[in-house]
């Protein structure tokens, strides 16, 4: 797999939830955040900060968005399915948007909050089917579609999208995103 963009300036289009705004990167006096701002996804820094790499808040933003969407989603459509689960995750992989484990867990990649929220739901529905049939066979496929019909359409956007929204943040050490605090609104 290739590497992540390495400068993101202002002006660069940043999708969230399949939306496309325009980066704007400030130094300012205010506090330092990430936030939308109209039709731009905006990087505050202090002035007097230290030299960091607008990928640090930004892809601290993107996960805690993707987190607080993702598990409000999943227990929608876990009831909407009758199906329960055990915990989700919020996890960093260079190449999958989700999975469910046998212990009932659901993972996903927090990078999946930058597509169309018919696309998440599309994702969400996926792994909670497995609940069911931990398998791709034709009962699987079934369910997925008695809840998203259009789901290879919205299959297919990942297909088509993954790779662009897979190299436009990488993926940080945890240590990195931990040692640097951002407003995230």
Wanted: positive net charge; contains cysteine.
């Amino acid at each position: 797999m290739r590497k992540a963009i390495r400068n993101l300036t202002s002006g660069h289009p940043m999708p969230y939830r399949g939306r496309t705004y325009s980066l704007e990167i400030r130094k300012t006096l205010d506090k330092p955040q990430v936030k939308i701002d109209g039709d731009r996804l905006t990087v505050n820094f202090y002035k007097e900060h230290p030299e960091v790499p607008v990928q640090v808040p930004l892809v601290k933003w993107y996960r805690r968005k993707s987190q607080h969407y993702i598990i409000s989603r999943t227990a929608y459509w876990s009831e909407e399915m009758g199906l329960s689960f055990n915990k989700i995750f919020i996890k960093d992989q260079d190449s999958r948007w989700g999975s469910c484990s046998s212990l009932r867990n659901l993972n996903f990649n927090w990078r999946i909050i930058m597509a169309p929220d018919e696309v998440i739901d599309y994702l969400l529905i996926h792994e909670l089917a497995h609940l069911k049939e931990m398998n791709h066979s034709t009962a699987f496929w079934k369910l997925v579609a008695q809840y998203d019909p259009e789901y290879k359409l919205h299959r297919q956007w990942l297909k088509d999208n993954g790779k662009a929204i897979f190299l436009l943040l990488p993926k940080l050490p945890v240590s990195l995103l931990d040692s640097i605090f951002f407003h995230v609104d």
